[in-house]
């Protein structure tokens, strides 16, 4: 796991230099080079693939239990395809320079978790 550019924080806004404003941050960003592996962090199906207009190419996976993982800013097409089961350590894309709202930080990959739709620090699953 590489180095956390921009922590979790929902409850407090954070300046994202990009946008030049001051925003909520539902995920984690990682520092990675361009090509890196994207891998799901856990077993699951994957309910969509979407070029998101901020946050660029953007794989969700659903792990049940009313969890969801976000991978954004990949590079556009991914390995995967919608409704593909996918296991964890798989590779499901790689880090790109997709998302707009975050340029100013250069490759990474934005990483969020969600349970019953609302975001949860994703820092709490990955450093267990």
Known sequence: QGEVLTAF???QLLYNETLDDWRTHDGVD?????????LAACAGTVSSITDDPLMGTTVVLEH????????ANLQQTPPVAQGDSVTAGQIIGTVGTT????????????FSVTKDGDAVDPDTYLND
Request: charged share 10%; glycine share 12%.
């Open 9 to 11: 924080s929902v409850d």
């Open 30 to 38: 990682i520092a990675a080079a361009e090509g890196d592996a994207v």
């Open 64 to 71: 049940g239990n009313g969890y969801q993982t976000t991978y």
């Open 99 to 110: 998302a707009s709202a975050e340029s100013a930080q250069g490759p990474h990959l934005h």
